[in-house]
C-alpha cells in the first residue's frame, strides 16, 4: 500500500482530484435506495422502479459522446466543476418530488443527473494523465477502481441508513452536498488539466467522428477501448441473474434480500481488490499491463463457470468473488494502457467511445439475460451457463490478439 499512500501525500493535485472522486461516486450512489423508496412510496410499482434504473441508464449511453468532446474542447477542470455544481442543485430539486407526488419529475431529474454524470465520467478519466506520472498511471487507476467500488457499497449504504432514520429530504441534501465538496476540491487543482491547445473548433459531431478516425488508425488502442465493452457481454447479465439466484436458487431473507446483499458486497470487495492484487503482482509495466488484462479475462471466465455451477451459497460468494476480481482488473488496466497512449487532444472522446460502448454492451446483455429466462425456457443456471461462454471466447480472443501483438506494444507511441 505504500505505493497508493506516497502518490496520495507527494502529489497535491491528483490528492484532490480523488478526493473529489471519492465524494462523487458517493453521491452517484447516495440517493439510489432514497430514490427508489421515494418511487415506492409514490406508485408502489415494481415498474417504476425498473423506468429508476433505466432513468440512470440511458443519459450515460446518450450523453457520453457529446461529453468526450466538450472534455476536449474547452477545459477540464471547469468541466468537471460545472458538473458538480450542476449536479448538486438537481439532486436538491428531488425534494420538489415529495412536494408536488409528481413521479414524473423524479424521472427527469435523474435524467439530468446522470447526464451531467456522463460529462464527469470521461472527463475525469481524461485528466488523470495531466496530474501523474505514466510509470503511476496504473497505481492511479488501481486506487481509483477501489475508490469507486468502496463507495458503490458504502454510498448506497449510507443513503439507506439516512433515508431510514432522517427522511428523504435529509438525504437529498446530504447528497447534494457531496457534489459541492467534490467541486471544492477540483477547483484546489493547480496544475493544468490538459496537454497543449484544445480540439480545433467545429461542429461536435465532427469531433466526435475525428475521434472515431484516430481509433480507426490505431488498431491496437482501438482494442484498449473494446475491452470493457467486451466485458460488459458477460457481467452486464448479471445484473438480472443475480438476482434470480438469490431469490430461487439461494434464498435467504425476504426474497433472497440477505442472498443478494452478499453478492453485492463480492463485487464491490473483489472489483476493487482485483487491480491491487494483480498489480503487486505484476507490476506497472505497458507489458505488465497487457499480462493483467490476461489475467482479468481468465478470471472472469473461471468465476462465471464456477457461479453457474456452484451447490452452495458461500460457493456461489466466492466464485462472485473471483469473477469480480477479474472485472476490476480489467476495468483498471484497460484504462490504464488507454491513458499511456492516447493523444491528450484525443483523450476525452476516446474515453466517451469506451464508456458509450461499456453502457450498450451492458444492456445488450442484460437484455439477453431476460430473453433466455422468457423467451428460451432456460433457468438461472442455464442462462448464466451460456452467458460463461461468451467470456471464453473473449479469453480465446484476447490470448489470440495479445501474442499477435506482444513484441509490438513496447514500441507503441500515442
Sequence with gaps: MGSYVRLLRENHDFRNLWLATMVSYAGDWFNLLASAALVAHLTDSGLAISALFLARFLPLFFFTPIAGVLADRFDR?????????????????????????????????????????????????????????????????????????????????????????????????????????????????????????????????????????????????????????????????????????AEQIFPIGEKGAISLSIFYAMNGIGSGLGPLLVRRWLGDSRQAALWALTVGFALLTVGMFWLSLAATLPEAAVATLVRTLGGGALWVFSAALLQMLVADAYRGRVFAFEFTLFTLSQSLSTLWAGLAQDALGLDVRGALYYTSYASLALLGAWLIFQFRHQRRTTALEP
Design 77 to 245: 477542470k471547469r468541466l468537471l466543476i460545472a458538473a458538480d455544481l450542476l449536479r448538486a442543485f438537481t439532486v436538491l430539486a428531488f425534494i420538489l418530488v415529495q412536494v408536488t407526488q409528481q413521479v414524473w419529475l423524479l424521472y427527469v431529474l435523474t435524467v439530468i443527473q446522470f447526464a451531467l454524470s456522463a460529462l464527469f465520467a470521461p472527463t475525469h478519466s481524461a485528466v488523470i494523465p495531466n496530474l501523474v506520472d505514466k510509470k503511476e498511471l496504473v497505481t492511479a487507476n488501481a486506487l481509483d477502481g477501489f475508490t469507486w467500488s468502496t463507495m458503490l457499497a458504502l454510498g448506497a449504504l449510507a443513503g439507506g441508513v439516512v433515508a431510514t432514520l432522517f427522511g428523504l429530504t435529509t438525504a437529498f441534501v446530504l447528497d447534494a452536498l457531496t457534489f459541492v465538496w467534490s467541486a471544492w476540491f477540483i477547483s484546489r487543482i493547480a496544475g493544468p488539466t490538459r496537454q497543449g491547445d484544445v480540439a480545433t473548433t467545429g461542429a461536435a459531431l465532427l469531433q466526435f467522428v475525428d475521434g472515431l478516425r484516430y481509433l480507426h488508425s490505431r488498431p491496437f488502442i482501438l482494442t484498449m477501448s473494446l475491452i470493457k465493452g467486451g466485458a460488459a457481454l458477460c457481467w452486464g447479465a448479471l445484473n438480472v441473474l443475480e438476482v434470480g439466484l
